[in-house]
Nanobody, 120 residues
Framework: QVQVVESGGGEVQPGGSLRLSCAPSGSDFVIGRMGWHRQGPGNQRELVASTTSSGDINYADSVKGRFILSRHNANNTLYLQMNNLKPDDTAVYYC??????????????WGQGTQVIVSS
């Protein structure tokens, strides 16, 4: 079973920046797609940004030009650099990891979430 650990949330003023990190741990698996999702107050969970193992990256329109997703393949760590944060970015951010086990079965593991608050 893959465990996903997130870090980097916090509270910032509008226009500020935060960097989120996500690191899967476990054994006997290969990591495929990784991504960040978020769920704001009263909203459904939505995709923020994701990347494949080959490096193709996809962003939600609402964060394009402000957020930067990067992946360190050596240790499968995923980073989300969030710049020019807006109050609408306030949400719990979740990291999702696609893991492939030795039997080629794919499954998704989620982190517990990290809170981001953007407020003046």
């Amino acid at each position: 079973q893959v465990q996903v650990v997130e870090s980097g949330g916090g509270e910032v003023q509008p226009g500020g920046s935060l960097r989120l990190s996500c690191a899967p741990s476990g054994s006997d698996f290969v990591i495929g797609r990784m991504g960040w999702h978020r769920q704001g107050p009263g909203n459904q969970r939505e995709l923020v940004a994701s990347t494949t193992s080959s490096g193709d990256i996809n962003y939600a329109d609402s964060v394009k030009g402000r957020f930067i997703l990067s992946r360190h393949n050596a240790n499968n760590t995923l980073y989300l650099q969030m710049n020019n944060l807006k109050p609408d970015d306030t949400a719990v951010y979740y990291c999702a990891v696609e893991a492939i086990n030795r039997d080629s079965v794919r499954y998704i593991s989620w982190g517990q979430g990290t809170q981001v608050i953007v407020s003046s």
